[in-house]
């Protein structure tokens, strides 16, 4: 039974994780372009986050060591800074849209300006990170995270061509009259929106909070490999509602309510309603982590004591880096910057941002000196090499391909 | 901790995370205190910790401002950065362990302060969630 619970975890980060703002609205944007012709870069972004989570939780389990500890031991004082203030940016900037995103979801509803709901929000991801236990926070936001399904009824009520999807997905096309740099730039931000690095961060960090030991690895690989493909395949069916409804009548997605119309129009109202419960929920969960993550990042890094395990007061120094998080997040979104813009920087520069953390935990989870019998096998080390050497790729061609296709247009 | 083990301090010691006795974290081997003996040896004598003892480490302009704005911020007492005299570790893993608690060591004031004046007044900073 309490093998079971602990598999929630995995769901969260699925749900939570996987699907989060910058999942909803990159995949509904391809969607509305390219159809399903990028979904290959969402397959090897899920591909890539499994082996990433998968070392980072077995490095967890066996060292009680979490990500950013690692990295500051691997690259050493100077370039672990440098990585800490890239990989804080990041995650800053993926807090801000997930904040945005609860907000837009709000107005969704309930037609109230989203500025007047940001500081709210913030107030309601502060309040939960100060006093709910974290097992609490997880299943909550990850239960009600799984509401997204209505995307997959949507996609079946629209009874789309399933050999005509299938087709789309196996062989890639780039459809006409589009540019090859912003088919790859958009291959790129799908790829970033699957592989974001706060996921490893809270999921290691959450592994080390509920004291994982070599006994839990097993537990941890369930949470992958059950979790993250169903996170994908939420993500798929996103892009496919979107480029079924939205893609025939050229509508190109810029906001948050055009995400959800494809949902409206294939399963009514109910359904609507049900995919903005999900929304809130996937980004109100994502929030947390991220605000968390902002707050492990820095403690990780200076050896301070963190998390929700201990009193506050005991973990001084991390709770006033969530706390100025959170604030410096508000004043962000006051500046009336369009939340969905920043979602589709966030997912790019997450991109980059990746190798900073996925090289030294590579590193550490072939160290048998240092993980002993669970250093990575033959296979896993080809499969984390091979994918090493794509986040590379990915991150050196992202920011010149932003820069040549204008973000995109 | 004699036990005959060679250890190489930058890859084993520096910069690892160190736990005290009830398993709560203390700080990172921000630096390390190394002691001639008389017969020209050294020896590890102990752990320096904060920002006077990373700052030099990280070098540079950034290094140098770290190191100057925490001496300056400093109490007279504390001319020196915090140090944990290296006969209290007790186990050199993935972790650094030490025999005592970390409110015995006394070594981060940034914590104190923070505690004192922000996160202590905050209704609920006493009970874990």
Redesign the interface.
Known sequence: MKRLLAVALGVLTAIGGFVDIGDLVTNALVGSRYGLSLAWATLIGLVGICVFAEMSGRVAAV???ATF?LV??RL???A??ANLVASFLVTGLTFVAEIGGVALSLELVTSVYYLLWVPLVALAVWLVI?????SVLENVFGLLGLALIVFGVALWQLHPSWTGLLHQVAVPHKPDGEGTPTYLYYAIALFGAAMTPYEVFFFSSGGVEERWTRKDIITSRINVFIGFPLGAALSLAIAAVSALVLLPVGVNVDTLGQVGLPVAVAAGKIALAVAILGFVAATFGAALETGLSAGYTVAQY?????G???????A??Y??VV?LSVLAAVAVLLTTVDPVKVTEYSVVFSAVALPLTYFPILVVANDPD?MGDSANGRVTNALATGMLVVIVVASVAAIPLMIATKAGQ | MADGRQLDLQLQL?????VDAGG?????V?DLELTATDDGRLLVTAILIGPRA?GP???GR?GRWMAGIAQRLSTPDRQLPPRIDFGQVTDIG??IAIARR?SEVDV?P???W??EH???R?P??????
């Not at chain 1, 100060?130 to 974290?134: E, L, M, P, T």
């Not at chain 2, 609920?124 to 969630?129: E, K, M, N, V």
Request: hydrophobic share 40%.
């Open positions: 060292t009680g060591r500890d500051r031991e050493g004082p100077r672990g800074l100060w006093r709910v236990r974290f200076f050896g301070w004591q963190w929700k395990y201990v009193r506050p007061r005991e001084a120094r709770h006033a706390l240092y | 520096l910069d690892r995370q160190v709560r974290l203390v700080c990172k921000d990373l480490r990280i070098g950034l993935t972790a970390r981060a940034l914590d104190d923070v505690d922000l996160i202590g905050i609920g900073a006493g009970h874990a969630s």
